[in-house]
C-alpha cells in the first residue's frame, strides 16, 4: 500500500515539475527547423537579424534572464552567436531585431565569437555537415549577474551552466 503511494507520489511531482517548465518559442524559427536567411550572418549572404524569442514557465524565483546562441558543431570548442544577460524579470519575450536596437533597459550584451556585441547570425562553413543553433534562455534568482559587455561565452559558460535555476532552449539547424 505504501509503495503504491509512493509511486503514485512521485508520478504526481513529476507532472507538476513537467507541466511547470520552462519553455521558448519563436514566431521564425522551430527546433529542426532550418534558419531562414534572416538569422544568418552577413559573411554568408544573410540579414544578421536577431529572431523574436518568447519564454514562459520561468521559476517564480526568476529574478532576470540571459539570451545565448551557441553552435557547437563549429569547428575547435564551438562557436559562440549572441551573448545577452542581466534581462529584466518582468521580460518574456524579445521582438525581432533586438540585439540591433531593442534590447531591455539594463540588459547587456557580451562579445560573440565574430568580436561583436551583438547578435552573430549562423555561418556554418560550406561542406560541414548541418550545425545545430541552441537558442538558450537562462533564468536566474538574481537581478544580475558578475559580468559586462567584455565577457565571452567562454568566460561566462561556466557561471550559466552553474547558476541557472532553469533554462530552455530552440536548436534550429542550418547548412551550406
Known sequence: MYR???????A??????RANAME????EMSSGG???LEQVHIK???QNVSPPLLWNGAPTAAKSYAVTVFDPD???DGWWHWIAFDIPANVHSLPKGASADAMPSGSVQGENDFGDK???????PPGSGQHHYEFTVWAFDTPTIPF??????EKIKSYLEGHAIARAKIVPVLQR
Open 74 to 76: 563549429a569547428h575547435g
Open 44 to 46: 554568408c549572404g544573410g
Open 148 to 153: 559586462d559587455s567584455s565577457a565571452t561565452g
Open 24 to 27: 521558448v518559442t519563436s514566431t
Open 4 to 10: 503504491r503511494l509512493a509511486i503514485v507520489a512521485s
Open 118 to 124: 551583438l547578435y552573430g547570425g549562423a555561418c556554418p
Open 34 to 36: 532550418t534558419l531562414s
Open 12 to 17: 504526481a511531482v513529476l507532472l507538476t515539475v
